[in-house]
């Protein structure tokens, strides 16, 4: 869980790997990414890598990191959904975070191998729907979502409003850094009771 005080990654230290440019691969699937206007594997990449870079983890010894992004539809979300959680009904996004589990032999791995944070699940179909109530594009929504994914991912969460608020600042600040703002356009963060988002410990198979 994330607080003000303490956030789940360490950015206090920002010379930690100052020797070593930090290298970020991403890998993006999923048929529904043609369904999002303008949108292709390269732009999610790149909002991957910004924020990975701003956030600035701890947890490679070679400031390497590797992270997935899947754009599905709610049937496909709906199964893990239910497989993961029990709950049989489509949500907008699913994290699958593999820093939470203990591997055996991970510190000499991660010593010549990318940290892999693990596996971001987006349900466009979900998207679009709350972009129109957010009034904001597809697209939008689609970064704002896998943000709150990653987020998840590095060890934030959010069980209580408190903590909430405080992590769909995040994703406003996250999202900064990838967008012009648009002159007018309503607030990207959420009201509390909107978000539906989720984060599941095992990692996706």
């Keep these: 869980m994330a607080s003000e005080s303490s956030p789940p990654y360490s950015t206090a230290n920002k010379e930690t790997h100052s020797n070593q440019p930090m290298q970020v691969e991403v890998i993006v699937d999923g048929e529904a990414i043609a369904?999002?206007?303008?949108?292709?594997?390269t732009h999610c990449q790149t909002w991957l890598h910004r924020w990975i870079t701003e956030l600035n983890p701890q947890q490679s010894p070679i400031n390497a990191y590797e992270v997935s992004l899947r754009l599905t539809n709610d049937a496909e979300i709906q199964q893990l959904n239910g497989n993961?959680?029990?709950?049989?009904r489509p949500t907008d996004v699913l994290s699958f975070a593999t820093l939470e589990t203990a591997l055996p032999?991970?510190?000499?791995?991660?010593?010549?191998?990318?940290v892999y944070l693990g596996?971001?699940?987006v349900s466009v179909e979900?998207?679009?729907r709350q972009a129109i109530q957010a009034q904001r594009s597809l697209t939008q929504e689609v970064a704002w979502l896998t943000a709150h994914g990653l987020l998840?991912?590095?060890g934030w969460d959010h069980p209580d409003d408190n903590s909430l608020t405080q992590m769909l600042?995040?994703?406003?600040?996250?999202?900064a850094l990838v967008f012009i703002p648009d002159a007018g356009a309503p607030p990207l963060a959420y009201p509390l009771e909107e978000t539906g988002s989720v984060k599941v410990s095992n990692k996706l198979s």
Excluded: C, F, K, M
């Design 84 to 88: 993961y959680r029990q709950q049989d």
């Design 152 to 154: 998840h991912l590095l």
């Design 105 to 114: 032999g991970a510190a000499s791995v991660y010593e010549e191998q990318p």
């Design 169 to 175: 600042a995040q994703q406003d600040r996250l999202l």
């Design 119 to 121: 596996d971001i699940i």
């Design 126 to 128: 979900t998207a679009q």
């Design 35 to 41: 369904q999002v206007p303008s949108l292709d594997s």
